[in-house]
């Protein structure tokens, strides 16, 4: 009898998907399959697939192939949804708000709240450091250190444009009691531990906020990185070196490097390669779906409606964008 080898397991898996899924379902099933950013991801993808999962299947049928477009459904609710929605929600402390305009700490109701945001101050200023105080990606320096670092401008650079210290994995998605999305957080980090094959305990617990977990980026590739459009993929025996990778109709045209590599004068903690790993493969699946220009324009239905939660947690624009979605279908 034939060793059972991962290959395999995946190679059926492969089968099942072109044989038993519906027309809709098979890019998305087939890009995890593909696009999984480790073996372990791959096959815990293969087996969801082969066996459908438990949670899919009742104990009395005999055919569980009827039950691939929920497990569909169940990775693009868990996976792609959450973090292009919640990717660019991150708030910022209140001495940074006037510089992004992006997320503004006043919306914060107790003080409670306010103190939870401020204490992303620190980690910004780190990363910042750590970074060089420019994009990481570009290598574009942030105006705003001219005034109280002159000595950065002498190491180089090529221009400048503001920057934003950026979540890999959002920070919307932080283990909190206080967020109204806290009962979609087991099931949105199972995903992701199951795609990325990795543990994610340490962010799920508190530790969203790691300096592992953070990157320097221009406003606008913070724009199209939490967009999924932009992602950072390992290169392999290459230490903190990654391609960039780009998608759609604007990133691609956007000049950027093939390559770079990460470095650090401070010795603090480098972004995480199994989070950037993680967030370019979700980056794939996206656009190999055939549903991103779908996403996008559910989330132009929703862009005049004020959705994000007092906590930051984004959970009503969660949940309609999946139900949009998924009416979508229909």
């Given at each position: 009898m034939p060793a059972i080898t991962s290959e395999n397991i995946i190679g059926r898996a492969v089968v099942a998907v072109r044989e038993h899924a519906a027309v809709r379902d098979q890019p998305l099933l087939l890009a995890l399959l593909e696009y999984a950013p480790n073996e372990k991801g791959k096959l815990n993808i293969a087996n969801k697939i082969l066996h459908c999962?438990?949670?899919?299947?009742?104990?009395?049928?005999?055919?569980?192939?009827?039950?691939?477009?929920?497990?569909?459904?169940?990775?693009?609710?868990?996976?792609?949804?959450?973090?292009?929605?919640?990717?660019?929600?991150?708030?910022?402390?209140?001495?940074?708000?006037?510089?992004?305009?992006?997320?503004?700490?006043?919306?914060?109701?107790s003080p409670a709240e306010m103190a939870a945001v401020n204490d992303l101050k620190d980690l910004i200023e780190s990363a910042s450091t750590r970074d060089r105080h420019r994009c990481v990606i570009s290598g574009k320096v942030d105006p705003e250190v001219i005034a109280s670092r002159p000595g950065a401008l002498s190491r180089g650079g090529t221009g400048f444009e503001m920057t934003r210290v950026t979540h890999i994995i959002p920070f919307s998605l932080r283990d909190s009691t206080a967020t109204t999305s806290a009962g979609h957080l087991p099931a949105i980090w199972g995903a992701l531990e199951c795609f990325g094959g990795t543990s994610l305990s340490t962010l799920m617990h508190g530790?969203?906020?790691?300096?592992?977990?953070?990157?320097?980026?221009?406003?606008?590739?913070?724009?199209?990185?939490?967009?999924?459009?932009?992602?950072?993929?390992?290169?392999?025996?290459?230490?903190?070196?990654?391609?960039?990778?780009?998608?759609?109709?604007?990133?691609?045209?956007?000049?950027?490097?093939?390559?770079?590599?990460?470095?650090?004068?401070?010795?603090?903690?480098?972004?995480?390669?199994?989070?950037?790993?993680?967030?370019?493969?979700?980056?794939?699946?996206?656009?190999?779906?055939?549903?991103?220009?779908?996403?996008?324009?559910?989330?132009?239905?929703?862009?005049?409606?004020?959705?994000?939660?007092?906590?930051?947690?984004?959970?009503n624009l969660i949940n309609m964008a999946i139900y949009r979605s998924l009416a979508m279908e229909s």
């Open positions: 999962g438990d949670t899919y299947t009742e104990p009395e049928e005999q055919d569980c192939w009827g039950h691939m477009p929920q497990l569909s459904d169940f990775f693009w609710r868990h996976i792609v949804i959450p973090v292009r929605v919640t990717g660019g929600k991150t708030p910022e402390p209140r001495t940074r708000v006037s510089r992004s305009g992006v997320s503004s700490a006043g919306a914060f109701r530790g969203i906020n790691a300096l592992d977990n953070v990157i320097t980026l221009s406003a606008t590739l913070h724009r199209y990185f939490t967009e999924l459009q932009v992602g950072l993929e390992p290169v392999p025996d290459a230490p903190h070196t990654y391609r960039v990778r780009t998608w759609g109709k604007v990133a691609p045209r956007l000049g950027l490097p093939k390559t770079v590599k990460l470095s650090t004068a401070s010795g603090v903690p480098l972004p995480n390669p199994a989070y950037l790993a993680l967030h370019c493969a979700i980056c794939r699946v996206l656009w190999s779906s055939a549903r991103a220009e779908e996403l996008k324009e559910v989330l132009e239905d929703l862009e005049e409606v004020t959705l994000l939660a007092p906590d930051g947690s984004s959970a």
